[in-house]
């Protein structure tokens, strides 16, 4: 079946985050991390079935849903060894991350995180307590790359005990190689620091690059893990709240259930998990991949739109998420300003990387996750706010 991701749905007036959270009818946004694009159709009919049965009380999360995640992450992306009883069920990624940072540290434990990265992963680790310690990456050659010795200088730190990875990477677009990986995971095991990986954006992958579940390249790393993930962004389905920690070790799984117990995040509702059976499918698998190549070609439009128009702002290669990371070091004044001045004078709403950790550099973090016709429009809008603020 072919898909249609060029189809216009209005969502202004719908109570949606992304649209509706500007008062303003003509502002294009291209910030929040939710796509345009309708859903699976498969999803959609599973839920209207639910929907006509006309009882929504609490909801029993059946065993067909867990063989359903084990089937898809091993089908899909290789992951051996997963059982069951493995698997945790909580209402989102992040709730996610921020119980298991409560369940397996104490106050005044640091957690690692590797910078410009998800603004949430700050909060996640403050909010318990703990403190941030930042390993940030190197920008070179329209790329990120790690900081090995800074990396591993900073796991030997005793009082790091959490090394929070972002695979696929969020807002630099990197999709980690297994090499990359393994070198983490061997320096994490040498300094006893324990991995979340939050791996969200693991369906959505550009041409040519694979992405690869860190807890699957070997025993130690999947017993030295807990992997966070969900259908949502992938699927479009982020409203729906469902997400799965996946934690092979029992004493540290036996703490982060108590965890997501204790922040009330322990129960999803019935919506929730039947999307996701719907969509861990063959038919799913093959929405995804008309998807990505459809997020491809925007990529491909915006970067060859910034070639053309606005080669004074570099565009850093997307590997995967929808998400693109525009440096604008040009303008010399911070991303914060930059985004502001877009949003008021141009009316279309981006991201500012200040709020991913980014001070060096003035990044804007764009996301292409709509019809091409909304892009375009937005770019042309982009264009003239730079330029003009370029003089």
Known sequence: MKYDFDQVIPRRHTNSVKWDEAAEENVIPLWVADMDFPVLPQITEALHRRVDHGVFGYTHVPDSYYRSVIRWFKEQHGMQGVDPADIIYTSGVVPAISAIIRGLTLPGDKVLIQTPVYNCFFSSIRNQGCIIEESPLIYTKGTYAVDWDDFEKKCSDERVRIFLLCNPHNPVGR????????????????????????????????????????????????????????????????????????????????????????????????????????????????????????????YCFLRDFFSEHLPQFPVIQLEGTYLVWVDCAVLGVSSREIADDLFRQQRVWVNDGEMYGETNHAFIRVNIACPRKVLAEGLVRMEKGLLTKLG
């Open 175 to 298: 999709v980690w190689t297994q090499e990359e990986l393994r070198k983490m995971g061997k320096i994490c095991l040498k300094h006893d620091v324990y991995v979340i990986a939050d791996e969200i954006h693991c369906e959505l992958v550009m041409p040519d690059h694979e992405y690869t579940p860190f807890a699957s390249l070997s025993e130690q790393f999947l017993i030295n893990s807990a992997m966070c993930v969900a259908p949502t962004k992938a699927f479009n389905i982020a409203g729906l709240q469902i997400a799965n920690i996946i934690v092979k070790d029992a004493k540290r799984r036996e703490r982060i259930n108590r965890a997501i117990n204790l922040h009330e995040v322990c129960d999803v509702n019935p919506f929730g998990v039947i999307a996701t059976e719907a969509a861990y499918t063959d038919e799913g698998a093959e929405w995804l991949r008309q998807l990505n190549l459809y997020l491809y070609g925007n």
